[in-house]
Each structure stands twice: as C-alpha cells, then as structure tokens.
C-alpha cells in the first residue's frame, strides 16, 4: 500500500493530468492519493492574518482546502474513489481501484496534535500511512527540491512542514520525495512493484 501526496501546488499545473492517469493506470489497488491544500489552504493562513483566529478555525478551513482539492481531482479523473476513513480506503483498493482521501474526518472541535500550521499535508500524508500501516509514502512536490542528508534541513527550507521530521523518524516506511517532472520516476517505482500489496 502507497501513500501518494499530490501537493496542492499543482493545482494549475498542467502536469496534474499526467500524474492522475499515472496513477489510475498503474495504482489501481495499491496507491492512495492524499490531496495538497494548496491556493485553497492558503487562502485560510491569509484570512488568519487578517482577522487573528485561532489555529483550530484556520486547521479546519485547510482540511477544507485539501477537500476542495480532492473534489476537483475526482472532477478531472472519475476513476478516483473519493474515500473519508479507513475502511472504505481499503475496500477500494480491494476492488482493485485508486483511492483518493477526502479528509474530513480531520474536521476538529477541540485543539489536538493536529491543529497547527506546523501540521500541513504533508505531515498528514505520514499520518495516515502510519495509521494503515502503508509501505511506501510519496510526496510529490512542484518546487525544487535540494540536496539533503536530514528531513530537518527540508524543513528549514520550507520543503516539508516542521512536524514532518518528527513524524518521519518515526514511521518504518520508504519516503521518497519526487519533484513535479518527475513522471518517469515515479512510473518506474510502480512498474518495479510487481509483488501484489498485503491489505488488512
């Protein structure tokens, strides 16, 4: 089971549609798609700056924002199954199908490990792989990403959120970083993945 990030900053890119057929084509019954916040979380930082909310309203608003994304990923691409737990993840990918993550259960009322801006999708997408127990996370990214020898010096850099270093010291997965281009790559990891994913 793979965990995919697509970050939101792809949104207006015009590579979103190669990374959606790659996916469906080669994903089916092994890939989860985690959607990127994006312009549409972003707008909630900007409304925090301007009115001083609390992180808990601004948490909510860009789990909104990640589901802004994941419908209009499934606007574009039909064959994604939009999923909201666990449960219908993995019954999908039983059926042999990609499954994309709606994350509304991320909605909270109370301030938890969760709701901060050190917390973005990123850090989710490791989340949820920790949770189903993924072999693989992916994080597809539309800037550049450097050189590095520790997930702490991403972070610095604005690559990964602050808490990603934390929780990728503790997940006993493969992350792997891929930038925007990096199509061939990534078919490569899902062709080279020919033993069939263990579901629950």
């Given at each position: 089971?793979?965990?995919?990030?697509?970050?939101?900053?792809?949104?207006?890119?015009?590579?979103?549609?190669?990374w959606?057929e790659?996916?469906?084509?080669?994903?089916?019954?092994?890939?989860?798609?985690?959607?990127g916040?994006?312009?549409f979380?972003?707008?909630?930082?900007?409304?925090?700056?301007l009115?001083?909310?609390d992180?808990?309203?601004?948490?909510?608003?860009?789990?909104?924002?990640?589901g802004?994304?994941?419908?209009?990923?499934?606007?574009?691409h039909?064959?994604?199954?939009?999923?909201?737990n666990e449960?219908d993840?993995?019954?999908?990918?039983r059926?042999?199908?990609?499954?994309?993550?709606?994350?509304?259960?991320?909605?909270?009322?109370?301030?938890d490990?969760?709701?901060?801006?050190?917390?973005?999708?990123?850090?989710?997408?490791?989340?949820?792989?920790?949770?189903?127990?993924?072999?693989?996370?992916?994080?597809?990214?539309?800037?550049?990403?450097?050189?590095?020898?520790?997930?702490?010096?991403?972070?610095?850099?604005?690559?990964?959120?602050?808490?990603?270093?934390?929780?990728?010291?503790?997940?006993?997965?493969?992350?792997?970083?891929?930038?925007?281009?990096?199509?061939?790559?990534m078919?490569?990891?899902?062709?080279?993945?020919?033993?069939?994913?263990?579901?629950?």
């Amino acid at each position: 089971m793979w965990v995919v990030k697509l970050g939101g900053s792809l949104a207006e890119d015009p590579l979103l549609v190669d990374w959606l057929e790659l996916l469906t084509d080669l994903g089916g019954g092994r890939v989860i798609i985690v959607p990127g916040g994006g312009g549409f979380a972003e707008s909630a930082r900007r409304a925090q700056t301007l009115w001083h909310f609390d992180d808990l309203a601004g948490h909510n608003m860009a789990v909104l924002g990640m589901g802004q994304f994941a419908f209009m990923l499934n606007g574009m691409h039909a064959e994604l199954e939009m999923c909201a737990n666990e449960q219908d993840m993995i019954s999908t990918m039983r059926r042999g199908r990609v499954a994309l993550w709606i994350p509304l259960n991320l909605l909270r009322q109370q301030v938890d490990e969760l709701t901060s801006w050190s917390v973005t999708s990123d850090s989710l997408a490791l989340w949820l792989a920790k949770r189903l127990n993924a072999e693989r996370v992916v994080l597809v990214k539309a800037c550049e990403i450097p050189v590095f020898e520790h997930w702490q010096e991403l972070a610095d850099c604005g690559v990964v959120d602050h808490r990603f270093p934390e929780l990728a010291s503790e997940r006993g997965n493969v992350i792997t970083l891929l930038e925007r281009t990096a199509l061939s790559t990534m078919r490569a990891m899902l062709l080279d993945a020919h033993t069939p994913c263990a579901l629950p």
